[in-house]
């Protein structure tokens, strides 16, 4: 709630960022996150640090978007705070890049502190 929930501008309707790990993610969460937003009549965004975003989502059914996120495995804490490491793929990939982005933001990350206590205090 405190890291990934956003309330919208409308009364009792809130977005839940959806965190993903260097912004990596299979078809199959994909459809899964289709299959949540389908059942649960959300709309589905991706943001420009490389999350998801399900809008839309009424206080009443906030827990039960988290269960359902949880039961996929995307529900970790920390969207938009220091835990959420944004990579482009370097030089993976682009024929410009000079390093491997991603093995150096998963470096990092691996070092941070990933108590929520701390993700709260450093909220960006």
């Not at 309707?13 to 649960?40: D, H, P």
């Not at 827990?63 to 970790?76: G, N, R, W």
Request: include cysteine; charged fraction near 25%.
């Amino acid at each position: 709630m405190k890291t990934n929930v956003i309330p919208q501008k409308q009364k009792n309707l809130f977005t839940v960022i959806v965190k993903l790990k260097l912004g990596n993610i299979t078809t199959g969460k994909l459809r899964e996150i289709g299959n949540i937003a389908e059942k649960l009549s959300l709309t589905v965004k991706t943001t420009h640090d490389q999350n998801i975003a399900l809008l839309n989502i009424h206080r009443d059914i906030l827990d039960e978007v988290y269960s359902q996120l949880k039961e996929i495995s995307l529900a970790d804490f920390g969207a938009s705070t220091y835990l959420d490491i944004t990579a482009c793929p370097g030089s993976e990939t682009c024929s410009l890049g000079i390093t491997s982005s991603r093995d150096l933001a998963r470096a990092i990350q691996e070092r941070l502190p990933t108590d929520s206590s701390s993700v709260e205090k450093l909220k960006m």
